[in-house]
Nanobody, 123 residues
C-alpha cells in the first residue's frame, strides 16, 4: 500500500521559512517524479514545484520561483520543500504527489497523493 505523509506545516509570520517533508512508503521512490501542490480555500489545487526521479531537474511555479526549493533523498524515501520568504498568499494546504517516471505540473497526471499539511502565513 502506497503512502505519502506530509509534515512540517504550521503557522509562520510573513518573511519566515518552513520546511515541508513528504515520507513515502510502499513504492520505490526513485521510480517516481515528485511534485508539491497547494490548495487554498475556495481555490483550485495548483502546482508549486516538481522534481525528476534522480533529483537532477527541478521546476517551479512562477509564484514561488526563487523562494522555494524542492529536493529529494531517494535513500530515505523522502521529498522536501524548503519555503523561504513566505507571504500571506502562500497560505494553503500543501500536498505531495508521486508520478511514475516523468514529471509534470498537471495534477491529474499524478498517481499517488498525501493527505496534506497546512501552511498559514500571517501578515
Amino acid at each position: 500500500q502506497v503512502q505519502l505523509v506530509e509534515s512540517g506545516g504550521g503557522l509562520v509570520q510573513a518573511g519566515g521559512s518552513l520546511r515541508l517533508s513528504c515520507a513515502a512508503s510502499g513504492l520505490t521512490l526513485s521510480n517516481y517524479a515528485m511534485g508539491w501542490f497547494r490548495q487554498a480555500p475556495g481555490k483550485e489545487r495548483e502546482f508549486v514545484a516538481g522534481i525528476s526521479t534522480s533529483g537532477g531537474r527541478s521546476y517551479y511555479a512562477d509564484s514561488v520561483k526563487g523562494r522555494f526549493t524542492i529536493s529529494r533523498d531517494n535513500a530515505k524515501n523522502t521529498v522536501f520543500l524548503q519555503m523561504n520568504s513566505l507571504k500571506p498568499e502562500d497560505t494553503a494546504a500543501y500536498y505531495c504527489a508521486a508520478k511514475w517516471s516523468l514529471g509534470s505540473s498537471r495534477s491529474y497526471e499524478y498517481d499517488y497523493w498525501g493527505q496534506g499539511t497546512q501552511v498559514t502565513v500571517s501578515s
